[in-house]
């Protein structure tokens, strides 16, 4: 199928049918697999035999999803993780060495912000930041011993959108390894790997399941650094669950349909509030009023699913908008069929300083809206009743 389109390449990658000749891949929730003879596990322990052996290595379920991953990305090889932040974690351990250094956007996630702060310098593997509205200062930033340039496009939660092609000949021309997290995106609106990313970073919790039910993680990219993930992974066990990989599996068949129509909506929410009296700002990629509208054009397919707003009163205003929510969930997960709305401040970025917030544009009074797949009339008229309280 070298020449299938996206959605029937989510569909159609499967693994082998077993002699029942199921239509549907089954589950196979096994800890572990049998062996032929002694000959067979001797040859299967060296890898001179491509099989799987034990479910912390690979599984039937986890390595169909893995594939659908690397075809929809266009990646060599990959890994699937129990979450998104164990495949960020894994992939800095595998490919790091203490006395190394990091590059990356100051635009970042909590937990990621977290690893690079407080964790990765016990090892003393230390980070130096760039905003990302500063990409031609990035080369000051980069030391003899830099090892790895790292990226969200968009960003979370704030919606920013980076130059992944000029990132790309940054790395290229440092030999840097190029890191992006693709979570707000999906394969299905962009594919880093084209704009020169060694390593793409999913967080399969969000759209790629898109139905809140399970959590899990991959990164895929070129085979020589996959092989230094997959050795570190299988040795200390951060593996996705055969049950969470099939789920997985089975949400990117309909990724395409649910992320155009998560888009669609999404959209015209970010419309509404632009035009709405209590709302000082509105960032979504697709909006002709963000910073890097062309750019995102450029790059993605389309703008994604989450809307960032400010709202006038701050922090206040902002909780008095949430507390009169009837429809929206309120909950700290993003890429579900149900509309969520977060407060990054209190919430997913609480551990930043303010000093530190502000500097990525989180305000006391930003909110994230993660535009779920309800009718975007009901969608719309939540948010109409809800700022009513500002």
């Not at 020169?196 to 919790?205: F, P, Q, R």
């Not at 994230?368 to 809800?386: P, T, Y």
Request: glycine residues 6%; aromatic residues 8%; charged residues 25%.
């Amino acid at each position: 199928m070298s020449n299938t389109k996206f959605e029937t390449n989510a569909i159609r990658t499967q693994m082998e049918r077993s002699e029942f000749l199921e239509h549907s891949t089954p589950l196979h929730l096994t800890s572990s697999f049998i062996f032929e003879d002694a000959e067979d596990m001797r040859a299967s322990f060296a890898e001179e035999k491509e099989r799987n052996i034990y479910s912390r290595f690979t599984n039937p379920n986890t390595s169909e999803f893995v594939d659908k991953m690397c075809k929809l990305e266009g990646a060599e090889s990959g890994y699937a993780f129990a979450t998104g932040m164990a495949a960020v974690f894994s992939t800095f351990a595998a490919l790091l060495n203490a006395g190394d250094h990091i590059v990356s956007a100051r635009s970042i996630f909590g937990s990621t912000h977290t690893l690079f702060t407080k964790f990765l310098p016990k090892w003393n593997i230390e980070t130096s930041y760039f905003k990302v509205e500063d990409v031609d200062k990035i080369e000051d930033l980069i030391q003899p011993n830099t090892k790895i340039l790292y990226v969200e496009s968009p960003t979370n939660p704030a919606v920013d959108i980076l130059d992944l092609e000029l990132l790309g000949k940054i790395a290229k021309k440092h030999k840097l390894i190029f890191i992006i997290d693709n979570c707000f995106a999906t394969p299905y609106l962009q594919n880093p790997i084209n704009y020169g990313a060694d390593l793409v970073i999913h967080s399969a919790t969000k759209l790629i399941d898109g139905q809140g039910r399970v959590l899990g993680g991959a990164t895929v990219g070129r085979a020589d650094l996959m092989r230094e993930i997959y050795l570190f992974s299988r040795n200390t066990g951060p593996a996705l669950s055969p049950f969470n990989a099939w789920i997985l599996s089975k949400s990117l068949e309909t990724l395409g349909v649910r992320v155009d129509r998560h888009c669609e909506n999404a959209l015209k929410v970010a419309e509404f509030l632009e035009t709405h009296d209590e709302v000082i700002l509105v960032k979504y990629p697709f909006l002709k009023s963000h910073p890097q509208y062309e750019l995102a054009k450029k790059q993605m397919k389309q703008g994604g699913n989450v809307v960032a707003f400010e709202v006038k009163g701050g922090i206040e205003a902002g909780r008095q908008f949430l507390n009169h929510l009837k429809m929206l969930s309120l909950s700290a997960n993003l890429g579900d069929t149900r509309s969520i709305a977060t407060h990054p401040a209190s919430t997913t970025h609480s551990k930043l300083s303010e000093e530190d917030r502000l500097e990525v544009g989180i305000s006391d009074g930003l909110v994230r809206i993660s535009v779920g797949l309800e009718h975007v009339d009901d969608i719309i008229n939540d948010l109409k009743q809800a700022l009513e309280y500002v």
